[in-house]
């Protein structure tokens, strides 16, 4: 009859709007239940009204639990599942490695995922840094050279040192040069002009790859040997003497600790 046809239309859109028709319908028989249920929507409404701009997991949560069919109660999932997943991408940026940004990806805390881009992003920066790393602590031209061909490969998206590498491999060009040179100095027994050379390099690059610091520390033994000799300095040799101990086949070295008594 018409008004079970009104009250089962009430009860399949539940809202305010549609216990509102039927109650002023003037029907009877659900009258009770209807206010009954017009009441708990507009229950409802008012929390979702306080909640709805929160960032409190929690709220949400309840909220749910206490109006699981409601006309807010989607948007309130949705809202859950935005802060859940915003919590998630925030500890992974707060730890900020590869492993805190994958299990970002691969976690089950949130259908959401909206930041699975940015943390493909940050994955990649990542390893483009521990690449670079990688190359400056070797500090060779192919190292800086392998960073440059790398680029764009394997998932090597970001590159952020290129024009860095382009530099270094210039620069480490010049210095080997510039070693050559004070290497050429010195076995022609141009002893000043070695060390010169190498004290040059030292101030204009600040520092020399580690790898070539034997090289160069060889083409100043002879001049500390001989400063050493003029000054008579126990101070002087101890500082040859640690200097000797980092130079391939030193020549002075025997002189340096009998000079210290040892």
Known sequence: NKEENAWSRALRINTIESFNSYIEGNYELHRDEAF????????????WQSIKNSTNIKLFNDYITQYPNCEYTQEARLRKEQLEDNQAWNEALKINTIKSYTDYIESNRTKSKKHIDDANVQISIIRDEERWQNAQSI??????????????????????????????????????????????????????????????????????????NNRALKCKEEHYFRESKKQKSRYRWQQNLSIYKNVASPKHLKYAKKKLGQ
Request: hydrophobic share 25%; aromatic share 10%; glycine share 4%.
């Open 139 to 212: 500090g060779t031209i192919e190292e800086y050279q392998k960073y440059i061909q790398n680029c764009g490969k394997n998932g090597n998206r970001n590159c952020m040192h290129i024009t860095d590498a382009q530099r270094q491999i210039k620069n480490v060009t010049d210095i080997i040069n510039e070693i050559q040179k004070a290497e050429n100095y010195y076995a022609n027994k141009k002893y000043e002009d070695a060390y010169n050379t190498i004290v040059s390099i030292e101030r204009r690059y600040h520092e020399i790859p580690k790898y070539l």
């Open 36 to 47: 009954s249920k017009r009441s708990y929507l507009l229950a409802a409404k008012d929390k």
